[in-house]
């Protein structure tokens, strides 16, 4: 009975690997080829922006709009990421979820005023916005060691949070939030339960190296957006799109 036991967990085990080193290679080839393509395709559309390039769905449940999820940090993550959104077109969101850690409440409040304020100048946009706070998984300054700990009781109850949400696409800029929400995503991206693209925008500071975040997650989104052309020569699987802050 417990070699049937063993011989089964050892089975799912290497399943799941076999699983996820298939869908890293395929996000991997994809990533080249979207590189590889860009040039190309700016020639052929010079008016494009760079926020453009977020926005794809053919989703009848929601009218074809997006379901983006945000994953906010502290200070200066936050600041980025809703420079960015700010510039998303409104007409093609269905439903905005920000996330954010249960101690951030100042993330949420600046989050809630620039919905405020893009409601005022798109009354008829027709977004739903949604807030949701998980543990943080590393306080500021905190020792790696134990943020391990903490990483995996967010990663646990993030778990529970993801399966409710339907993304189309999760957008992040490297707080440490958003790995074990990342993570969360890419098992059930991996197990078939949901196919939700990942985004990883990069820190407009980070100019010659990676944030911790961003090399956790380098190998394993399937977009890594960097803001200078140094960071794409080291890491050639980042995307260059400029400074899109």
């Known amino acids: 009975m417990v070699s049937s036991f063993l011989t089964l967990g050892l089975s799912f085990i290497a399943l799941v690997l076999i699983q ?20 190309t395709f ?14 794809s769905t053919k989703d009848p449940s929601t009218k074809n709009r ?59 946009s027709g977004v739903k916005v949604r807030y949701f706070s998980i543990p943080r998984a590393r306080e500021v300054g905190q020792s790696y060691f134990t943020s391990i700990f903490t990483t995996l009781w967010s990663f646990w109850v993030t778990l529970f949070t993801t399966l409710t949400l339907k993304h189309h696409i999760l957008i992040v800029n490297g707080p440490g939030s958003c790995v074990p929400v990342c993570f969360v995503v890419l098992l059930c991206n991996i197990i078939g339960i949901s196919d939700t693209s990942i985004v990883f925008v990069e820190s407009l500071t980070r100019v010659k190296q990676l944030s911790l975040s961003g090399k956790i997650l380098y190998y394993f989104v399937d977009r890594f957006v960097v803001h200078w052309p140094q960071l794409q020569d080291r890491y050639p699987l980042a995307e260059y799109l400029g400074i899109i802050y």
């Open 20 to 39: 996820t080193a298939l869908y890293i290679h395929k996000t991997m080839t994809l990533r080249k080829q979207n590189i590889s393509n860009y040039p």
């Open 42 to 55: 700016l020639q052929s559309n010079p008016n494009t922006t760079n926020h453009d390039q977020f926005f």
């Open 66 to 124: 997006l379901s983006i999820g945000i994953v906010l940090g502290s200070g200066g993550h936050t600041s980025e990421i809703l420079s960015l959104t700010k510039n998303f077109a409104r007409g093609q969101i269905h439903t905005i979820n920000y996330i954010h850690a249960n101690t951030d409440e100042g993330s949420k409040s600046r989050a809630e005023q620039q919905e405020l304020e893009l409601n005022m100048i798109y009354p008829n």
